[in-house]
DNA sequence: TTGAAAGCGGTACCAT
DNA sequence: ATGGTACCGCTTTCAA
C-alpha cells in the first residue's frame, strides 16, 4: 500500500480511502491511485484491515461437519453456504470424521483464524471444551445433535416422532413383525429413533421381539449381515424399519440379494440418492436437511448481527414421510391363521 | 495479549514466548502465563501474527467448486482436505454454481484473505483475471477443466480414452446403433467425450447417425425427454452412451419408464451413488475422483512449499470401466437380417 | 479534501 | 532467560 501510494504520489490514507470507496476522493486522485493500483497487482489485505476495524468481523464462519464427502454433510455446507453469502460471509468446512480429537482441533484452528461464529455437528460426547469460546462470545450453533457440557442453540430433527410415522406406516399396512435395524445406541439420534420405534409399537399394542432389534450397525455391510440373519429366524420379520441411511441401503441390497425384496417390507429414517429408481422404491422418512442447515445459519446470523442477549433456542425441523413402494407392500397371509 | 502480561507481571514478549512455545521460558514464568491465559480465556489472534511473521503463510487454501452439495465436488472437497490436513492447513470452500460471475468473486475473496493457494474448478470461458494472483506468485491448480488465458498446473481425467472405453464396451456387445447423450458441447469436458465417441465409432466402422446425438442435457428431466424420443425414432438405437451422471440417470429413468430397461443397453461416464443397486446396475466409466483432488492438493502444496520455479504441469488421472450389466445387455436380433 | 500519527495484536531484532 | 522497540498492513482520530 505503501508503495501504491509512492507511485500515485499521494499518502497512504489517500489509498485506503479509494480502496474503501469513501467519496471524499477527489475523482483524479482517485484514477491515479486506481491505476497505480493495477500497475503493482496491489491486493488489500483483509486480515490487517479487520485489525483495526472496527466491529471485529472477519467475514468468515466455521462449520464443522462428519465428513464432507457424505450427502447429509455436503447439502449442510450447501445451504450453510447460501445463507452466509447472503451475509457476505465465507465458509470454512472440516471433516470431524467422528473422531473426538478431531472436533477440538478444527474447532481451536477456527477460532484462532477468528471464526465470527461456528455450526457444529458434534462428534464428542461433551462439548465443554468450548467454553472459552462461549465466555469470549462467539456464536455457536449445534446440528442434529444437542450440545452437552454448555448452553447454546440447536438445530434438531423431529427423530422420535419421524421414526414412529415410519413405524406407524408399516403397522398401517398390516404388519405386526417389525423389526428394528440401527446405529450405536450411544448415538442421541439413534436413540431418539429407537424410542419412537418403541413408543409407536407400544401404543399399538404390537409386540417387540428382541431378536429383532439390532443396533450398532453403522454400515452397509453390518446391515445387510444383519438382515440375513434376522430373515433366517423361525419367524422373521415382515417389514424393517432401517433408523439410517447407511443401515436403509445395507438392507435393501440383502433383500435383494435374498430375492425378497417384494415380499419383505423397508421404511427407512433418511433419505437418500435414486431411493426412487431402486425396485421397488424405498419409503423413507426424510430430514429436511437444506432447511436445517438454512435455519442453523440463521440463528448463528441473529446471533453474530443481532445481541448475543439472546436466550439460548432450539428449532425442530419437522420430518416427512415419503412412501414409495418399499414400505407399502403387504404381509404375507399368516398360514397359521389361514 | 497484553492483559495476560500485566496479569503475569511479565512482559509481552515473554507471553508470546509462551504460546509459540519457545523453549527458553523459565518454567514457573511459563506456568503464570499459562494460568493467565486461561483466566482471561485469551486465543491468540493468528491473522495478527502472520502480519509479521516471515513466510506469511496463512494456513489457508481455497476450493471453487461447482456445487458442494454435488457429490463430485464433495468428493473432491474432501480429498483436498485430507491432504491439506497433513500440512496444518484449513480449506475454505464455494460454490460457483456455474456461474462466472460468481467465479471471479470467491476468487476476490479467497485472494484478499490471503489463501495460499487456490484449487479451481472453472466455470468461466477465461480465467484471464486470475493474472495479478499468477503475478503476485498465488499458486493455483485447476480441476476437471483446462485453464483457459493463463498458465498453471491442472489436473484432468482423460475424458476422450474414457469415452472411447465406454462406447467400445457397447460395440464389444454388439452395437451398432449408438447414441450420444451429453452435456453442453461448449463444455470442454463434454466436448472431449463426444470426441471419444466419434473416434470410437470411427474405429470401428460404425456409422453415426446425427439423429441419435443430442448434446445439451444438463439434467434429468432433459435427458429423460430426450431418451424417449430417441426411443420413438423408426430406427432407434440399441444403446446409449451417457456422458454425464445426471444425463445416465435421467436416461435410466426413462428407460425403467418405457419398460426397456432390460432391452436397451447404457454406459455412462461418471459414477453416481447405488449405480450398482439398480436394476439392471448401471456401466459407468468412472473417474477416480479421489485422486484428482488428492493431485491437485499435492500439486498445489509442492507450489506453496517448494519453489514456485517448476514448470507448469499438467496431471492426467486415468478413467476406469465398471461393467455392471446395463452396458452388457445385448442388442435385439435385427428382423430385417433375419 | 488530504495527511500525520497513533494504534490494532502480534512478532523480529537487538539489548540486557 | 527476559524485555524494549520497531514494524507488519491497514484504519482511525484529529488536524491542516
Known amino acids: ?75 449442510l455446507n450447501r445451504a450453510v453456504e447460501d445463507v452466509a453469502r447472503a451475509h457476505d460471509t465465507l465458509v470454512f468446512a472440516g471433516s470431524v470424521a467422528e473422531d473426538p480429537r478431531r472436533e477440538v482441533e478444527l474447532a481451536r484452528a477456527f477460532t484462532l483464524r477468528r471464526a465470527d461464529g461456528l455450526v457444529i455437528v458434534p462428534a464428542t460426547a461433551d462439548q465443554s471444551y468450548l467454553h472459552s469460546e462461549v465466555r469470549v462470545g ?16 440447536s438445530v434438531l430433527s423431529t427423530n422420535t416422532e419421524g421414526a414412529a410415522r415410519a413405524v406407524g406406516q408399516l403397522a398401517d399396512h398390516g404388519h405386526e413383525r417389525i423389526a428394528y435395524l440401527g446405529d450405536y445406541a450411544t448415538i442421541v439420534t439413534a436413540a431418539q429413533r429407537f424410542r419412537g420405534y418403541e413408543q409407536e409399537m407400544a401404543r399399538r399394542g ?12 453403522n454400515d452397509t455391510a453390518t446391515a445387510a449381515a444383519a438382515v440375513t ?56 422418512v426424510a430430514q429436511d436437511v437444506r432447511r436445517i442447515g438454512a435455519t442453523a445459519a440463521r440463528l448463528l446470523f ?11 433456542r432450539e428449532c425442530l425441523i419437522p420430518t416427512r414421510l415419503i412412501p414409495r413402494g418399499s414400505g407399502e407392500i403387504r404381509p404375507p397371509r399368516d398360514p397359521r391363521r389361514g
Do not use: C, W, Y
Open 1 to 75: 500500500m505503501r508503495d501504491v501510494a509512492a507511485l500515485a504520489g499521494v499518502s497512504i490514507k489517500t489509498v485506503s480511502r479509494v480502496i474503501n470507496g469513501v467519496p471524499s476522493v477527489a475523482p483524479p486522485l482517485r484514477d491515479k491511485v486506481q491505476k497505480a493500483i493495477e500497475q503493482l497487482d496491489f491486493q488489500p489485505n483483509l486480515a490487517a484491515s479487520n485489525l483495526r476495524r472496527a466491529g471485529h468481523r472477519t467475514g468468515q464462519i466455521a462449520l464443522l461437519l462428519e465428513d464432507l464427502s457424505n450427502p447429509f454433510s455436503a447439502t
Open 138 to 153: 462467539t456464536p455457536l450453533v449445534f446440528v442434529d445433535r444437542p450440545p452437552r457440557g454448555l448452553v447454546a442453540d
Open 206 to 217: 404390537l409386540r417387540i421381539d428382541p431378536r429383532t432389534v439390532r443396533h450398532d450397525l
Open 229 to 284: 440373519e434376522l430373515l433366517a429366524l423361525e419367524e422373521p420379520p415382515t417389514a424393517l424399519f432401517t433408523s439410517q441411511n447407511l443401515v436403509t441401503i445395507g438392507a435393501v441390497t440383502a433383500l435383494r440379494d435374498l430375492g425378497l425384496r417384494h415380499r419383505v417390507a423397508v421404511a427407512g429414517f433418511d433419505d437418500f440418492p435414486l431411493a426412487d429408481l431402486l425396485d421397488p422404491a424405498v419409503t423413507v
Open 302 to 312: 441473529e446471533r453474530i448481527e443481532g445481541g448475543d442477549a439472546l436466550p439460548p
